[in-house]
T-cell receptor, first 115, second 114 residues
Framework: GQSLEQPSEVTAVEGAIVQINCTYQTSGFYGLSWYQQHDGGAPTFLSYNGLDGLEETGRFSSFLSRSDSYGYLLLQELQMKDSASYFCAVRAPRRVTGGGNKLTFGTGTQLKVEL | KAGVTQTPRYLIKTRGQQVTLSCSPISGHRSVSWYQQTPGQGLQFLFEYFSETQRNKGNFPGRFSGRQFSNSRSEMNVSTLELGDSALYLC?????????????FGPGTRLTVT
């Protein structure tokens, strides 16, 4: 099976940097994704790491270490609009799922940005 | 391009009834996945359809079923509703399947079972 753990809540001030961690246990692995979800909204894709290392997209960066079964999302220059829930998700490879787009999501981290 | 649309947005049903939810993917997308989101269980995968065929299925009872039409629109059905089925049901579309492809989520259908 697959399970992913994230902190339930993180609080930071506007302009700061925050890191949201994700540790996973999977029977197979095919990359780590991150999604953002505002209250009452739909999850939106932020980033994907298929290989070890850092991926940067504007103020957001995501890191993956497959040997440590660990990844994180880094948010820089925090803005009030970044207050949302953040989910990491894994997709198992074909040999595990038989193919397809099944995502297993983490428990989610609620980020609160304060003035 | 128009995004993923889901209808209805809100629904109230009584225990024992059945319900059908609809999802229209982004034009050109052939994969539609369904997820259930609850405060206690988080986001859980229900099933995925690609070219009218079910590709994957999550760990949900047989009361949960789905289908996909030739135009890629998808429906999911829940029969004999239980109180625990109250949740936000999200569908996500993707251009194809089998590799990493970004999934685009719809706004969801909020189902309340009384």
């Amino acid at each position: 099976g697959q399970s992913l753990e994230q902190p339930s809540e993180v609080t930071a001030v506007e302009g700061a940097i925050v890191q949201i961690n994700c540790t996973y246990q999977t029977s197979g692995f095919y990359g780590l994704s991150w999604y953002q979800q505002h209250d009452g909204g739909a999850p939106t894709f932020l980033s994907y790491n298929g290989l070890d290392g850092l991926e940067e997209t504007g103020r957001f960066s995501s890191f993956l270490s497959r040997s440590d079964s660990y990844g994180y999302l880094l948010l820089q220059e925090l803005q009030m609009k970044d207050s949302a829930s953040y989910f990491c998700a894994v997709r198992a490879p074909r040999r595990v799922t038989g193919g397809g787009n099944k995502l297993t999501f983490g428990t989610g981290t609620q980020l609160k940005v304060e003035l | 391009k128009a995004g993923v649309t889901q209808t209805p947005r809100y629904l109230i049903k009584t225990r024992g009834q059945q319900v059908t939810l609809s999802c229209s993917p982004i034009s050109g997308h052939r994969s539609v996945s369904w997820y259930q989101q609850t405060p206690g269980q988080g986001l859980q995968f229900l099933f995925e359809y690609f070219s009218e065929t079910q590709r994957n299925k999550g760990n949900f009872p047989g009361r949960f079923s789905g289908r996909q039409f030739s135009n890629s629109r998808s429906e999911m059905n829940v029969s004999t509703l239980e109180l625990g089925d109250s949740a936000l049901y999200l569908c996500a579309s993707s251009s194809t399947t089998g590799g990493f492809y970004e999934q685009y989520f719809g706004p969801g259908t909020r189902l309340t079972v009384t």
